[in-house]
């Protein structure tokens, strides 16, 4: 990864957290929370100076609905794309229109921020996470706190598959991020996942 410098910021939504990844012109948003948490999602980027429609991309890096809750309504606030894993885009029902789907990787740079999504199959066959030039990587629930808010990572005993899961850490890992930030708990230290795929 190289030295890119790019603004990150964890919006905490109780158990869950959505990112807001700073670009240049426009921002790129990681997930929407819970159903309900649209009016939160859009006071939290107001606080932090960033307008609704300055968002140009939302990316959803699974379709649970601790993820994509509000995913209408803060689509519809923003304007903004979505960008979902093809495998994904059928489990997001009907009231959002994926802009983006996604294959193996999508490069953010056109969106305005340094990095990019890869696809980390796993926790679901379509989940994504994004790493960043600056050194972060954004992985949803590819792992998640032994005690779901707090503890080591580990993989979901309810993913699709654990093998998968493995591959994909391996894979978040080769890009050598400096710190690895969950939806639930973390963040972790790119040696905290490496003890997983020993």
């Keep these: 990864m190289n030295d890119g410098h790019t603004d990150l ?3 905490r ?3 869950v957290k959505v990112f807001l990844v700073r670009g240049t ?15 939160k999602v859009i006071a939290l980027l107001e606080r932090a100076g960033v307008s609704p429609r300055d968002i140009g991309l939302i990316v959803v890096t699974h379709a649970h609905p601790d993820h994509t809750g509000s995913l209408a309504g803060i689509a ?10 093809r495998l994904e885009a059928e489990h997001l029902g009907t009231r959002v229109e994926p802009g983006i789907l996604v294959g193996d990787e ?4 056109p969106c305005g921020a340094a990095g990019k999504v890869i ?3 796993g926790h679901t066959r379509g989940s994504l996470s994004v790493v960043l030039e600056s050194g972060e990587g954004i992985v949803g629930d590819l792992v998640l706190p032994r005690f779901m808010f707090f503890g080591p990572p580990e993989i979901a005993a309810w993913a699709a598959s654990r093998e998968d899961s493995l591959a994909s850490i391996r894979k978040v890992l080769d890009l050598k991020p400096s710190i690895i930030l969950t939806s639930h708990g973390g963040p972790y230290r790119p ?8």
């Design 9 to 11: 910021l964890p919006l």
């Design 13 to 15: 939504l109780g158990f």
């Design 25 to 39: 012109g426009k921002h790129v948003l990681v997930d929407s929370g819970t159903a309900g948490s649209s009016t």
């Design 76 to 85: 519809k606030a923003t304007g903004a794309k979505v960008a979902v894993h």
């Design 106 to 109: 999508l490069d953010l740079k």
């Design 119 to 121: 696809w980390t199959p």
């Design 191 to 198: 040696e905290a996942l490496t003890r997983l795929v020993r």
